[in-house]
């Protein structure tokens, strides 16, 4: 894509959806870091369930430690890998009170040191809490910019880095929420909804679905 294509690109995604955000639900800075860490290889739906009842007990790193282990795997035994992001939630949650008085920090530096928090995390908590111009690339975003020829790359690091330098204001603050949507609810993984894809004209992407498939 060239720059012209892709300021284009966001400036439509940007009409269709002025704010986007993240659909976690959380209600302060560490429900946030909780909430991603859960999300790892699971549905934001899912991950929401599960945290509603937890987070109604549970404002502060401090009330996760008070709650336990034990009460923590109950809350969330539906999602994927329970066992060891509880185990990674208590951990993270004793560093936040011990190192940094139970206040969520504001750098990728601090954040990738608690457990269970990478990059990705990172990036999220300072994208949707701290509004840092981050890109946080997941499968969705993976696919959307190796797809659509706007940031190619094997890996989330190499597209994040495309991302980086490619993705012009004043899209920055909001563009990996409008990636992660589109590559969610429209450019899927198996059949990529480009019937009503407001950028296709801009996408490179050879095999594009120009009709819906009719059902049998």
């Keep these: ?74 809350h969330i035994r539906t999602i994927g890998l329970f066992n060891s992001k509880a185990k990674n939630v208590i951990a993270l949650s004793q560093m936040l009170v011990d190192d940094y008085g139970g206040e969520v920090p504001a750098t990728r530096e601090d954040l990738v040191r608690l457990p269970g928090v990478g990059r990705k995390t990172a990036n999220v908590v300072l994208n949707c809490w701290f509004r840092q111009e981050t890109f946080a690339v997941d499968t969705h975003i993976l696919r959307v910019g190796n797809r659509t020829g706007l940031a190619k790359g094997k890996t989330p690091e190499q597209v994040e880095a495309k991302l980086e330098k490619r993705v012009p204001q004043p899209f920055r603050l909001h563009a990996h929420h409008w990636l992660i949507l589109h590559g969610r609810y429209v450019c899927k993984a198996r059949t990529p909804e480009c019937w009503r894809c407001q950028v296709a004209d801009l996408c490179s992407f050879r095999k594009k679905v120009p009709e819906k498939p009719k059902h049998r």
Excluded: C, H, W
Aim: net charge negative.
């Design 1 to 74: 894509m060239t720059k012209d294509q892709i300021f284009e690109f966001f400036r439509r995604l940007a009409e269709d959806n002025p704010e986007p955000e993240t659909e976690l639900e959380y209600g302060n800075a560490y429900q946030l870091v909780v909430a991603v860490a859960l999300s790892a290889q699971a549905t934001d739906v899912g991950v929401n369930k599960a945290t509603r009842a937890l987070f109604e007990k549970v404002r502060t790193p401090q009330d996760m430690l008070d709650l336990g282990l034990e009460g923590l795997t109950q």
